[in-house]
């Protein structure tokens, strides 16, 4: 109960503005021109040292792109995106000269990581100041900044470092992965990516090896009408494992600003991937005033037999969330997993959710889905399961659940279940409702202020997902929450 | 007379039957105790033919033949009825439709003729009087609604009019309470035949108090460790499993 | 899920479709404003395809490569259809409407006096004198005005029946009507059926659509029913018989008043290709809506079943509960929509899909959705796509049936089960008895 304790104490502690990472980070930036167009992603191709194929493989997907559509099909209303109306590149003048030593970082751009609360001083952590070690990947607008404990990961054989200098240390891991999962032309917001993606996390696991710390990426938004294009690509070789977890933040902002993100994860045999996100963007103020738009690809490839991805996700930020963190089960017995808590407040607008694809025999998945509406806002769970024809003894179970909280709100459902194998087996419950008056009178009674009542029945509601999350990562999780709904109640 | 021999069953990939012996004569009750997970249900199942278990080794043998060639209806057929712990619920299937379908299957079997309606009525109201389940039950599809205790009077009701070679009570007494038990051992003693045999299992001795058994086998680990009389029961009730858990470990 | 592109080249069917409506057919009488309205409604969006998020699953485009002709109401091919009155599925045992080849046919139907409270025109001649109930009824379509097969129907609607059920008529026997082809060739038939019960009626519908020689035919076929405050409906529908590559399309369009009820269920055991769309609309509180449906499927048959429930008031109860078996190479669709509007408060609502797959390339498509803008509500839905328990096999085959009786034996029960919906016994016999001739062929094979 000490965690609800916290949570109560944190909603009271809370001001008019919840938000408590707007701050912006006053640092002088190198920014490619405004607008997109061939140039600029040379631009960007040389600003990386880029080989030709990448370049061509950024101008190809430019190309696509000027080809397609905006998709209109999700649940999400906002206003046209004038693409020529927005930065591309951005990064801190004192990363001109690349990737430093720990010890060289802009001691202003540790102080924002340190505001952020993420640890990227190695010692302290060591120290014992924080109770477990996290690698960490600290990418801040368009390049990363920091990344921790390279050294001791080396020595395990995992290699941890942002994907721009992946593509020089290991361009053949890169050239054989990059845009396996989420092909170039996958959708309108990746094939945008695709062309102008400035920095991310690049994580390959050798064989058999367990990963002997959790790795993590915290993404920064910082200059203003910036997109931020992250680039994420994990590859779990056989047998091996890692738990990998994503933060995200962004100032206060009356623009709103784009973050079109591409993250591609791959297990050979027997391999797991464990991928948690906390996703807190600025959502917006009250009256729907700036805020991120969060346009995201995720997706899983489950090649090997026995493999395994597993997504959590807690989604409290964004104005607007269009994302569903995907599997594809090819190889036999593999599983999917996705775990979400999707909360929006205020004028946000969440569309969100899965696909399990079921190719492989005997591949199973599991969906639990919590969405909690408040305020204005409306919530979409939309994900799909299917088995394609091979898929012999498929299995999938989904529970979605919906909670709203008070009248102005929306939560939506909406599943696709296509089963093409006469041997799969589907189950797919959901519900919808408000907290129960019961619940409320029974805390209430027992001297808890509505507010307080609420938190908890809120946490209770989404205590399954919650589970999932490694466990400094639930703690944080379950604050957010609290501080998301703040405001919600009366 | 059942014969079990040196019966081995695994169930993905792992073993639950590690060369069970076990006879029972006609007329004889035998009850087999054991403790939790040592595999009596196993052996109940795999007597009556369901799928999922790998008999690896042994036979069974019904009156001499061998059984384990035949499915789960050949079996039933031939005499072999399976009162079952977890009775399933059939939705949409009236227990009388059931009932019916069952007897008629068995009367298919015997190369005798289908039952005509008002003997079935008569029959199944007979045997059901005696088992106190009411016309309502009878109109309810099968099991679906049933309390444990109906449950378990309608496993016992179906042992009555398909009138098996060998009854096997599968933990029949979980879940009842006194007076429910004393109805399901009435209706399990008024069965009892020179031609028939009953192998009782059962975790606990009170199921005995009211059915007397002829003979008494311990199970643990998959075989039977000790044989003895009724005395043997009442012995384990005050000195519990853990000889045996222990003793063939 | 991208947005259509716009500029593409019509299908051959799509042209014969909007040129039969430009050249004027003279029977197309009354409503020419509605029918005009409807079809450039058609002719943008054309026939529905996967690229239409309601159609996703049933590619209407593709399936209709041609339009097949309306064929005239001529006395000659009366013989056929009394012979196909005589069939087991035309056994109404009802106050029966028969429309034939397009047109209301009082000698096909049932003689004698209308049960009391009940008046009854065509669709035709109810349009031609511009009745204002019924063209005030076709223009409440609801959520179904955006749909391309139902501006189809409007547009080129040649006739139907008009039932009205006085206020607080209590009709005892069901009313019955009757669609029927004469078929054999590929024949089209666009009918529109309207019911108007008024306040504390109560009445119940039998709509039976079959081809008498059954032949490629497209039958796009509607109903709209308007129940009065406190009235009650129990309506049961069937496509009976039509021939492999047949199509029929058919909408149910509902509108309720305060404390109604109207009980719906569709039974679909037929060849080719069935949509049926039902969207209703609770206007009224304290109104109970309940819809079904058995769709049974074999061959290459594809059966969808896309409904739109809309809680426009608070306190309503909306059931819907659809069973699916599937053998062969068929395919099932269930695609429902609860939508719950914001001062909806008090909303009940429960969905409910199952289906059995049993043939090795069968496909079971399932969307259930819920679209929910009040906070005080429960709603919630279940859908399942699997195979028979192996465990209540076991249980039955343990007492003696063989595999093959006791996978018949639940396949009836969970056929019965969805059939309990059905509000008239004698229906349910009928439907029942229905079932299981398809699962005796089934076991039969």
Redesign the interface.
């Known amino acids: 109960m000490a965690a609800v304790k916290e949570t109560v104490d944190r909603v009271k502690a809370i001001d008019v503005d919840a938000y408590k990472y707007g701050f912006v980070t006053d640092i002088e930036s190198e920014k490619a021109p405004k607008g997109l167009n061939e140039d600029i992603v040379r631009f960007i191709s040389a600003k990386k040292n880029e080989p030709e194929w990448l370049t061509e493989w950024r101008l190809d997907a430019f190309r696509r792109w000027l080809t397609m559509e905006e998709p209109t099909w999700a649940r999400v209303d906002y206003p046209r995106i004038d693409y020529q109306d927005l930065y591309y590149y951005s990064a801190p003048k004192s990363m001109d000269d690349g990737p430093k030593s720990l010890d060289e970082v802009d001691p202003e751009l540790l102080r924002t990581y340190e505001k952020l609360g993420i640890p990227l001083r190695e010692q302290e952590i060591l120290a014992g100041v924080q109770t477990s070690k996290v690698a960490v990947d600290a990418v801040f607008d368009s390049v990363s900044v920091a990344t921790t404990f390279r050294a001791e990961l080396a020595k395990a054989g995992v290699i941890f470092c942002p994907i721009s200098e992946a593509v020089h240390s290991h361009p053949e891991l890169v050239k054989k992965y990059l845009g396996s999962v989420v092909p170039v032309t996958d959708n309108y917001f990746a094939t945008l990516n695709s062309a102008v993606f400035s920095d991310g996390s690049f994580v390959y696991i050798p064989p058999g090896v367990r990963c002997p710390m959790e790795l993590s990426t915290y993404f920064r938004i910082n200059e203003r009408n910036t997109g931020q294009f992250e680039r994420t690509l994990i590859i779990a070789d056989a047998g091996s494992y890692v738990s990998y977890l994503e933060g995200c933040t962004a100032p206060q902002r009356d623009e709103n600003q784009l973050h079109a993100a591409v993250v591609e994860l791959v297990t050979h045999e027997d391999a797991e991937i464990k991928y948690s996100t906390v996703q807190n963007w600025y959502p917006g103020d009250a009256e729907g005033k700036g805020g991120i738009y969060n346009f995201v690809t995720k997706r899983g490839d489950c090649r090997g037999d026995r493999s395994k991805i597993s997504w959590t996700q807690v989604e409290t930020g964004s104005a607007i969330t269009w994302k569903y963190p995907s599997c594809i089960l090819r190889g036999e017995a593999s599983r999917g997993e996705f775990y979400s808590i999707a909360i929006s407040n205020g004028r946000q607008q969440v569309d969100s959710g899965t696909k399990m694809i079921h190719l492989g025999k005997n591949t199973t998945s599991r969906i639990i889905s919590k969405g909690i509406s408040a305020g204005k806002s409306n919530n979409t769970y939309r994900g799909q399961v299917s088995a394609h024809r091979k898929a012999t003894g498929a299995r999938n179970f989904t529970n979605c659940d919906s909670l709203l909280i008070g009248h102005d709100c929306g939560a939506h459902t909406v599943p696709y279940i296509e089963s093409k194998n006469a041997s799969a087996v589907f189950e797919h419950e959901a519900t919808t409702s408000k907290i129960s008056e019961d619940q409320l009178f029974y805390c209430t009674q027992r001297g808890l202020s509505e507010e307080e009542a609420t938190a908890l029945i809120v946490n209770g509601f989404v205590r399954d997902v919650l589970q999932q999350l490694p466990m400094e990562f639930a703690v944080e999780a379950q604050k957010l929450i609290a501080i998301s709904l703040e405001g919600s109640v009366g | 007379m059942l014969e079990v021999k040196n019966l081995h069953v695994s169930v993905g990939g792992r073993k639950i039957l590690d060369g069970l012996n076990l006879t029972v004569k006609d007329g004889e009750v035998a009850a087999i105790m054991g403790p939790n997970g040592t595999g009596k249900s196993t052996l109940s199942y795999v007597i009556a033919g369901r799928e999922d278990y790998e008999v690896e080794e042994g036979e069974v043998l019904l009156d001499g033949v061998n059984i384990l060639e035949m499915d789960a209806t050949e079996r039933a057929n031939a005499g072999v009825f399976l009162a079952f712990q977890y009775p399933l619920e059939i939705p949409g299937v009236a227990t009388m439709t059931f009932l019916k379908a069952a007897l008629n299957a068995q009367a298919r079997a015997r190369g005798q003729g289908e039952l005509q309606t008002p003997d079935f009525m008569k029959k199944v109201r007979e045997a059901a009087g005696k088992l106190g389940v009411g016309q309502d039950m009878l109109k309810r599809p099968l099991n679906v609604g049933f309390s444990g205790g109906e449950k378990k009077r309608m496993e016992i009701l179906q042992m009555a009019l398909l009138q098996p070679k060998i009854g096997i009570l599968d933990e029949t007494d979980s879940g009842l309470d006194i007076d429910a038990l004393r109805i399901v051992a009435d209706g399990v003693n008024a069965l009892r035949a020179k031609d028939r045999s009953f192998l009782v299992i059962t975790h606990y001795q009170r199921l005995l108090d009211y059915i007397k058994p002829d003979t008494v086998h311990v199970m643990a680990k998959g075989k039977i460790a000790r044989t003895g009389g009724p005395e043997l029961a009442l012995e384990l009730e005050k000195s519990g499993y853990a000889a045996f858990t222990g003793e063939a470990a | 899920?991208?947005?259509p592109v716009l500029q593409r080249q019509r299908t051959e069917a799509e042209v014969a479709l909007i040129e039969r409506f430009d050249q004027g057919d003279r029977r197309l009488v009354g409503a020419s404003a509605l029918r005009a309205d409807a079809m450039r409604r058609f002719a943008e969006a054309g026939l529905p395809n996967r690229r239409v998020?309601a159609w996703h699953y049933t590619d209407l485009r593709g399936v209709m490569r041609s339009a097949a002709l309306v064929r005239a109401p001529e006395t000659a091919t009366l013989p056929v259809a009394r012979e196909c009155l005589t069939k087991p599925v035309a056994q109404t045992g009802a106050f029966r409407f028969v429309i034939f080849n397009g047109a209301y046919n009082e000698e096909l139907s049932s003689s004698g006096p209308l049960p009391a409270g009940v008046t009854v025109t065509s669709l035709a001649a109810a349009l031609a004198a511009g009745d204002a109930d019924v063209l005030g009824a076709l223009k409440a379509d609801g959520p179904g005005t955006g749909d391309a097969i139902v501006a189809l129907n409007t547009a080129l609607m040649q006739d139907g029946i008009v039932i009205r059920v006085m206020p607080g008529a209590k009709v005892e026997r069901p009313l019955a009507i009757l669609n029927l082809m004469s078929g054999g060739f590929a024949q089209a038939a666009f009918l529109r059926s309207i019911l108007l019960v008024g306040a504390g009626a109560s009445v119940s519908l039998d709509e039976t659509t079959a081809v008498c020689m059954p032949d490629a035919t497209q039958a796009n076929e509607a109903l709209t029913v308007v129940v009065g405050d406190g009235a009650r409906v129990d309506y049961a529908a069937q496509v009976a018989e039509q021939g492999e590559g047949a199509v029929a399309v058919h909408g149910l369009f509902v509108t309720m008043g305060a404390n109604a009820r109207f009980n719906g269920f569709c039974l679909v055991p037929v060849a080719g290709l069935v949509r049926r769309q039902i969207f209703a609309r609770l206007e009224g509180e304290h109104s109970t809506i309940s819809l079904g449906g058995l769709s049974l499927l074999r061959g290459k048959e594809h059966a969808d079943t896309t409904l739109v429930v809309d809680h426009a008031v608070p306190n309503c109860v909306s059931r819907e509960f659809f069973r699916h078996i599937l053998d062969h190479e068929s395919t099932g669709v269930f695609q429902g929509k609860v939508v719950v509007r914001?001062h909806a408060q008090k909303t009940d609502g429960g969905m409910k899909s199952q289906?059995l797959?049993?043939?090795?390339?069968?496909?079971?498509?399932?969307?259930?959705?819920?679209?929910?803008?009040?906070?005080?509500?429960?709603?919630?839905?279940?859908?399942?796509?699997?195979?028979l328990?192996?465990?209540?096999i076991?249980?039955?085959?343990?007492?003696?049936?063989?595999?093959g009786?006791?996978e018949s034996?639940?396949l009836?029960?969970?056929?019965?089960?969805a059939l309990e919906l059905v509000a008239d016994e004698s229906i349910r016999a009928r439907y029942a008895a229905q079932a299981a001739d398809w699962l005796a062929h089934r076991s039969g094979q």
Request: net charge negative; hydrophobic share 40%.
């Open positions: 899920m991208n947005k998020e914001q289906a797959v049993l043939g090795e390339d069968a496909s079971m498509n399932n969307k259930p959705e819920l679209e929910i803008f009040a906070d005080d509500v429960v709603c919630g839905h279940g859908a399942t796509v699997g195979q328990d192996a465990n209540q076991f249980y039955l085959q343990a007492r003696g049936l063989s595999r009786e006791a034996l639940l009836e029960a969970f056929a019965n089960e």
